[in-house]
């Protein structure tokens, strides 16, 4: 009977080893599966695919915080586990072949595959996890927001890494383990061609090494960079890379102006561009290439499928007097969004939505009164927030006339004056210093500053004056990290599963932290709280009432002025390149799953797409999805 008794306690000891993770209920994919259903398995390797990117670089040190990282990046290395683009915040095993943690959560163990290599034929071992989390936490804020609750990392096996938490039940944690960055900690501690030792906490131009499908083969200091996918990459027939990573090569040039880099796609000098400019779509399609056919253009729902869009400008309340309530909803009153609309649009069936949540375009969403969970949750923390969340349903102020546009400007002007401001002189000042109401606006392309202007006319028709700065990539860069603006503009792109980075957003420890996404300089009790309810919740449902409270209460703050979203991507790609029929229902898939169009192997996989998208919709109804 003790045997019994005892085999049953180790059986109940041993750890369950999950393949895939999923946030939002269960995986689609069984543990056998031969790939992503989204992919062609059967896609040509090949071809040059060229791309650009606005900005520049002066590092290739993947962790640091420091510099301007290089874009591409993620080509070089790989994580422990790999994103499915037809599910919601769902990942599978790559470098690690599965994930075990207890039923309380208090950690998280990794076990790597045994025949995960770096790029050198040397193993991936558990002390490279150890070196990259420690080195990533140490150095970079978005690590140190992001992991904050991961107390240790060690090596708990020959090929096994135990992360230990200091809290309990974040489902969370597990799941974004799985998305660092692992490093070679033998290739950072060793010494460059130069003979100096190499130093992870410093930027870096030296090609770094990495475990990825690609290496940097060739680079331009700040102007291009040219990755080179590798034969002899360890994980190529892995489940999760099947059909991916099709490009021999891929080149990134940089550029300084929008402008100057759309030219460049338009002649050829690269393959792909993700539209960002309403006005542009609209009319500046008409270079001989788009109009023969050569250029494709398609508006694609997918990525927002699974993704809430904050866009707004952002005034900085650690600078006075931007701290103060009324002066912020003052400026949002003072915001004319038919006026940018016309201007984003002009011309266009393109219709732009004003934004009215910071989960636009999702069902995490507040609006109308609260009410059932969501009121619940509310009520917990009522001395803590803003009375009006429970009476007052929050509406951006609407400006169809002219007539409606002068009220809002008069009720932003009787806001200032409860604030202490007041008209004296065509100058808005501050009745208590005389000193006038000034700021500076901090942009980083040339077409946020056509859609500022109005905003900015506006403003000065009621005695504010605000200058306009365009920065450069580096200093924009240097400025954002340290909150060196008085307002700007940010986006904020949120998962259908908030968590863990709500706090890096507007918690009140990333309020002082430099390089938090924080931009907004938010330190509220009432907000901190409903974070807090965020990451712990147990079920879908309170999830979503919880967020939709948190929603509500940034809201009715006037933490920003909303701008405004399109919930479709619009892209134009050059016919080199071929993709799926039906690209990952809630992404672009690109560059991963997309291939170079050759001629002679076109027709083949265009027909043979038709049977892998029916065997991927068999495979779904067979593994629950």
Excluded at 23 to 50: S, T
Excluded at 164 to 184: A, M, R, S
Excluded at 218 to 228: A, K
Excluded at 327 to 354: C, I, P
């Amino acid at each position: 009977m003790l045997d019994i008794l005892a085999a049953t306690a180790e059986a109940q000891e041993q750890p369950v080893w999950h393949y895939g993770l999923s946030l939002v209920g269960d995986l689609r994919y069984a543990p056998d599966f031969d790939h992503f259903d989204y992919v062609n398995p059967e896609a040509p390797k090949g071809g040059d695919l060229r791309l650009s990117q606005t900005g520049t670089f002066d590092t290739f040190n993947p962790l640091l915080e420091k510099g301007e990282t290089a874009a591409g990046l993620t080509l070089v290395f790989d994580t422990l586990m790999t994103q499915s683009e037809d599910e919601i915040s769902t990942a599978y095993g790559l470098l690690a072949e599965g994930v075990s943690f207890p039923d309380d959560i208090s950690s998280a163990t990794f076990r790597l595959r045994q025949e995960a290599k770096w790029a050198d034929g040397k193993p991936v071992t558990p002390e490279d996890v150890v070196f990259s989390f420690d080195k990533a936490k140490k150095l970079n804020p978005l690590y140190q927001s992001d992991y904050r609750h991961v107390v240790k990392a060690e090596k708990t096996g020959d090929r096994d890494v135990t992360f230990h938490f200091d809290e309990k039940g974040n489902h969370e944690l597990p799941y974004i383990l799985g998305q660092i960055l692992i490093v070679p900690k033998h290739w950072w501690e060793g010494t460059g061609p130069d003979g100096k030792p190499r130093d992870i906490s410093r930027t870096t131009l030296e090609p770094v090494m990495g475990s990825g499908p690609y290496r940097i083969a060739s680079f331009s200091p700040g102007g291009t960079i040219h990755y080179e996918r590798r034969s002899d990459y360890w994980g190529a027939a892995l489940n999760v890379n099947v059909g991916q990573n099709n490009f021999d090569s891929i080149t990134y040039s940089f550029f300084g102006d929008r402008d100057v880099e759309f030219d460049a796609f338009r002649s050829g000098d690269a393959h792909f561009w993700l539209e960002d400019q309403g006005m542009r779509w609209a009319i500046g399609y008409d270079f001989p290439a788009a109009i023969d056919g050569r250029v494709k253009r398609e508006e694609i729902p997918n990525p927002f499928r699974a993704m809430g869009i904050m866009q707004a400008l952002v005034p900085n309340m650690r600078r006075k007097p931007f701290d103060g309530k009324k002066v912020r909803e003052a400026l949002n009153y003072a915001f004319d969004f038919q006026t940018v609309e016309f201007e984003q649009a002009k011309s266009s069936a393109t219709h732009y939505q004003r934004i009215n949540s910071f989960f636009f375009g999702t069902n995490l969403a507040s609006s109308g009164l609260p009410e059932g969970k969501e009121l619940e949750i509310l009520n917990e923390v009522k001395d803590l927030v803003p009375p009006e969340v429970f009476t007052t349903p929050f509406r951006n102020s609407i400006s169809t006339t002219s007539q409606e546009a002068h009220e809002n400007l008069r009720k932003a002007t009787a806001l200032l004056k409860q604030a202490r401001f007041e008209i004296k002189g065509n100058r808005m000042v501050d009745t208590t210093t005389g000193t006038p109401f000034t700021f500076e606006i901090m942009l980083n392309n040339r077409a946020q500053k056509t859609l500022v202007l109005p905003y900015v006319r506006n403003l000065q028709s009621i005695g504010i004056e605000v200058r306009v700065t365009l920065t450069e990539p580096l200093q924009y860069t240097k400025r954002t990290n340290a909150f060196d603006y008085d307002m700007t503009w940010e986006v904020w792109g949120q998962a259908l599963t908030p968590g863990n980075e709500q706090a890096d957003y507007w918690g009140s420890a990333a309020a002082t932290r430099e390089g938090s996404r924080n931009y907004a300089g938010i330190s509220d009790p009432g907000v901190d709280a409903l974070i807090q309810r965020v990451i712990f919740t147990k079920d879908r449902e309170t999830l979503v009432a919880a967020t939709k409270a948190l929603d509500r209460v940034l809201l009715a703050h006037n933490y920003v002025i909303p701008l405004y979203s399109k919930l479709t991507a619009q892209i134009a790609y050059w016919d080199k390149l071929a993709r799926p029929q039906e690209l990952p229902k809630y992404g672009l898939g690109f560059p991963g799953v997309w291939w170079w169009k050759s001629a002679a192997s076109h027709e083949l996989v265009q027909g043979r797409q038709h049977v892998f998208a029916a065997r991927g919709k068999q495979n779904a109804k067979k593994n629950g999805g």
